[in-house]
Antibody, heavy 122, light 107 residues
C-alpha cells in the first residue's frame, strides 16, 4: 500500500523559506506515469494545488505561485520536496503531498499524505 | 481560466436522505478530468469519483457521479452517518483546480 508522509518545519518566519519533504513508501517515485504533487489548504478554507514533479524531473507550478515555488526530487531517498520562498501569513496552511494517478484517460489525486500544518508567524 | 462553482454551500440533511451536489465550470471541462473528493475534519481528502462517473476503489455504490461539459453532479443516494463531510469537485487540466466545496451537515 502506497503511503506518503510530509515532514518539515511547522513554523516559518515571514519573508523566510518554507521547506517540506514528502517521503514515499510502498512504491517508487520513478515507476509508472504518476506525478507527485503539493496541495495546500488554509485553515477553514478550500484546497489549492501548488505544483507537481514528474518521474523524469519535469515540473509544473500553479501560475499564482510560480515565482516562489520549487519542487524537487531525491530518487535515492524516494522523496520529493517543496520550497516556497518569501512567505507571508497568507501561506499559513495545511500542506499535503499527493500522487496524481491515471486510469482510462482520467487523472485524479488518489493517494494523499496526512498533511502538515505550517504557520507563518514571527 | 476555468472557475469551478459548487452549490449549495451547505446542505443540511438527515441520515437516509438523498444528497445532490452540483459543480459548475465556467467553461467546458473534459469529463475525463473531473473528480470528486470527500474531506472530514482533520483528514486529507479522499478520492470518491474520477472521470466524472467512475467510483474509486472501495467507494460504496451509494455515491455516484454524472454530468458533462460545464455541469456535474455528485449524488449520495442514502446518507449514512459517516457521509457528513465536505465535498470538493476538481478539474485536472494543465493547472488542477478545486471547487470551493459543499458541506453536508446534519439537519
Amino acid at each position: 500500500q502506497l503511503q506518503l508522509q510530509e515532514s518539515g518545519s511547522g513554523l516559518v518566519k515571514p519573508s523566510q523559506t518554507l521547506s517540506l519533504t514528502c517521503a514515499v513508501s510502498g512504491g517508487s517515485l520513478t515507476s509508472g506515469g504518476y506525478s507527485w504533487n503539493w496541495i495546500r489548504q488554509p485553515p477553514g478554507k478550500g484546497l489549492e494545488w501548488i505544483g507537481y514533479i514528474s518521474p523524469s524531473g519535469s515540473t509544473y507550478y500553479n501560475p499564482s505561485l510560480k515565482s516562489r515555488v520549487t519542487i524537487s526530487v531525491d530518487r535515492s531517498k524516494n522523496q520529493f520536496s517543496l520550497r516556497l520562498t518569501s512567505v507571508t501569513a497568507a501561506d499559513t496552511a495545511v500542506y499535503y503531498c499527493a500522487r496524481a494517478g491515471m486510469s482510462l484517460g482520467s487523472y485524479f489525486f488518489d493517494y494523499w499524505g496526512q498533511g502538515t500544518l505550517v504557520t507563518v508567524s514571527s | 481560466e476555468i472557475v469551478l462553482t459548487q452549490s449549495p454551500g451547505t446542505l443540511s440533511l438527515s441520515p437516509g436522505e438523498r444528497a445532490t451536489l452540483s459543480c459548475r465550470a465556467s467553461q467546458s471541462v473534459s469529463s475525463s478530468y473531473l473528480a470528486w473528493y470527500q474531506q472530514k475534519p482533520g483528514q486529507a481528502p479522499r478520492l470518491l469519483i474520477y472521470g466524472a462517473s467512475s467510483r474509486a476503489t472501495g467507494i460504496p455504490d451509494r455515491f455516484s457521479g454524472s454530468g458533462s461539459g460545464t455541469d456535474f453532479t455528485l449524488t449520495i443516494s442514502r446518507l449514512e452517518p459517516e457521509d457528513f463531510a465536505v465535498y470538493y469537485c476538481q478539474q485536472f487540466g494543465n493547472s488542477p483546480l478545486f471547487g470551493p466545496g459543499t458541506k453536508v451537515d446534519l439537519k
